[in-house]
T-cell receptor, first 113, second 112 residues
C-alpha cells in the first residue's frame, strides 16, 4: 500500500458526461501528479500540483482540469467525455516538487460508453 | 520517435533465472531514472531510483544507468513467480517540475 488513495475505483459513464476523480496524497506529501494509462498510449503525464498551485502541464486536454485543495487532496475533472477517454487514471504524490520518488495510487478505471 | 523506448516483450523465463530489462532514451536532459513494477493494471510500485550514471543494488534488483549510451537496465536475480508483472522504466529531468516520462513497459512472466 503506497499510502495514496483514489476514489472511485471504477467509473462507468456515457459520452458527453462529466466526472470527477479524487486523490488523497501520502501524509506529508505536497506534490500531486495525475497520469493517464491507456492501452495504446501507455502512462502519460497530465498535470502536477504543488501545495495548491499548478506546477506543470503535460498532454492534458482542454476538456480536462484539475485542482489541489488546502488539505492537499486533488481532483481531476473530465468533461464532454469521449470514448477515447476510457483509461486508467493514476494519481501519484511526492514530498516536494523536485523529488522524483513518486508513489502511485491504485487508480480509477474510467469506462465511457 | 518516442523519448523512451522499451521492448514490450512478452518475456518468459524459468524460476531462478536472471532477468535483464532495458530502456533507451533520446532526451539528454533526463537525469533521474526509475523502475516501476505494475501488476495487472494496478498502481505502479516504485522499485529502484537512481541519479545519473552508475549502478544501484537493492536485494535481488540491480539498476544500471549509462548516460553516455542513453541506456538503462534492470537486472533481477533469482527470479520468482511473484516477479511476474509489467516493468516500466521512467525518467525525469532536473527542472523544477519532475514529471515522469515512461517507457511502454515490458511484460515479464516467471514460470515455476
Amino acid at each position: 500500500d503506497s499510502g495514496v488513495t483514489q476514489t472511485p475505483k471504477h467509473l462507468i459513464t456515457a459520452t458527453g458526461q462529466r466526472v470527477t476523480l479524487r486523490c488523497s496524497p501520502r501524509s506529508g506529501d505536497l506534490s500531486v501528479y495525475w497520469y493517464q494509462q491507456s492501452l495504446d498510449q501507455g502512462l502519460q503525464f497530465l498535470i502536477q500540483y504543488y501545495n495548491g498551485e499548478e506546477r506543470a502541464k503535460g498532454n492534458i486536454l482542454e476538456r480536462f482540469s484539475a485542482q489541489q485543495f488546502p488539505d492537499l487532496h486533488s481532483e481531476l475533472n473530465l468533461s464532454s467525455l469521449e470514448l477515447g477517454d476510457s483509461a486508467l487514471y493514476f494519481c501519484a504524490s511526492s514530498v516536494a516538487t523536485t523529488n522524483n520518488e513518486q508513489f502511485f495510487g491504485p487508480g480509477t478505471r474510467l469506462t465511457v460508453l | 520517435q518516442k523519448e523512451v523506448e522499451q521492448d514490450p516483450g512478452p518475456l518468459s523465463v524459468p524460476e531462478g533465472a536472471i532477468v535483464s530489462l532495458n530502456c533507451t532514451y533520446s532526451n539528454s536532459a533526463f537525469q533521474y531514472f526509475m523502475w516501476y513494477r505494475q501488476y495487472s493494471r494496478k498502481g505502479p510500485e516504485l522499485l529502484m531510483y537512481t541519479y545519473s550514471s552508475g549502478n544501484k543494488e537493492d536485494g535481488r534488483f540491480t539498476a544500471q544507468v549509462d548516460k553516455s549510451s542513453k541506456y538503462i537496465s534492470l537486472f533481477i536475480r533469482d527470479s520468482q513467480p511473484s516477479d511476474s508483472a509489467t516493468y516500466l522504466c521512467a525518467m525525469a529531468g532536473s527542472g523544477s517540475a519532475r514529471q515522469l516520462t515512461f517507457g511502454s513497459g515490458t511484460q515479464l512472466t516467471v514460470l515455476p
